[in-house]
């Protein structure tokens, strides 16, 4: 499979704990999205990544929450301290040379207990 | 701040007819508008992107048009089929805003239901 994946598909977790997710984009893509994603609503803009620079964070990205791509290819996004709030689907999408096209992965389903 | 408003949660057709969403959007011009559908549990799938100096795109039953004037898109699906039952959401680009190329606003969706 050659399309963009995350792991874990879901994830379970206490109020105050961390959380990490991980993405692997398309192999020739250099551009990674975030976006997170409530029941009946449209995904949400977090972050955006040319190759291993984190070029635009949402105000949505609260102190809580921190995305790296070390190396330009896989990325993770970390919640500190989660909170119910923060329970939602987090999507990651990759786009190459043709930015305006974002191939989206199966995403996270995060549950906050 | 920009709003998108998609016209309806849900729509529901019978198999064979034409399915028309909208899309309207306020207080922004967008260099571009795109069209993903989504299905339960999964992420968005990229159908079309259209620009705006672009009045209309076609691929194969799908359709989309785009008013400036209006500040809206339509989306048509022609000689519609069950397979077509799905979430669409439209998504408008940032880069004339302020944002980065491929910084997207999306609509809630319209859930649609095609009936055999």
């Known amino acids: 499979d050659t399309g963009v994946s995350q792991n874990p598909r879901h994830k379970i977790t206490k109020r105050g704990q961390n959380v990490t997710f991980r993405c692997d984009p398309i192999s020739e893509h250099n551009r990674l999205y975030w976006y997170r994603q409530t029941l009946g609503q449209g995904p949400e803009f977090l972050t955006y990544f040319q190759n291993e620079a984190q070029l635009e964070k949402s105000r949505l990205l609260s102190d809580r929450f921190s995305a790296e791509r070390p190396k330009g290819s896989f990325s993770t996004l970390e919640i500190q301290r989660t909170e119910q709030g923060d329970s939602a689907m987090y999507l990651c999408?990759?786009?190459?040379?043709?930015?305006?096209?974002?191939?989206f992965g199966p995403g996270t389903r995060l549950t906050v207990t | 701040s920009q709003k998108i408003e998609q016209n309806s949660e849900a729509l529901n057709i019978q198999e064979g007819k034409t399915a028309t969403l909208t899309c309207n959007y306020t207080n922004y011009s967008p260099a571009y508008l795109q069209w993903y559908r989504q299905d339960p549990g999964r992420g968005p799938v990229f159908l079309l992107l259209i620009r705006e100096n672009e009045k209309e795109k076609r691929k194969e039953r799908l359709k989309v048009t785009f008013d400036t004037t209006l500040k809206q898109s339509l989306f048509h699906i022609t000689a519609s089929q069950p397979a077509d039952s799905a979430t669409y959401l439209c998504?408008?680009?940032?880069?004339?805003?302020?944002?980065?190329?491929?910084?997207?606003?999306f609509g809630k969706g319209t859930k649609l239901s095609v009936k055999p």
């Open positions: 998504a408008l680009d940032m880069s004339n805003y302020g944002g980065s190329q491929g910084n997207l606003i």
């Open positions: 999408a990759s786009s190459g040379s043709i930015p305006y096209e974002q191939y």
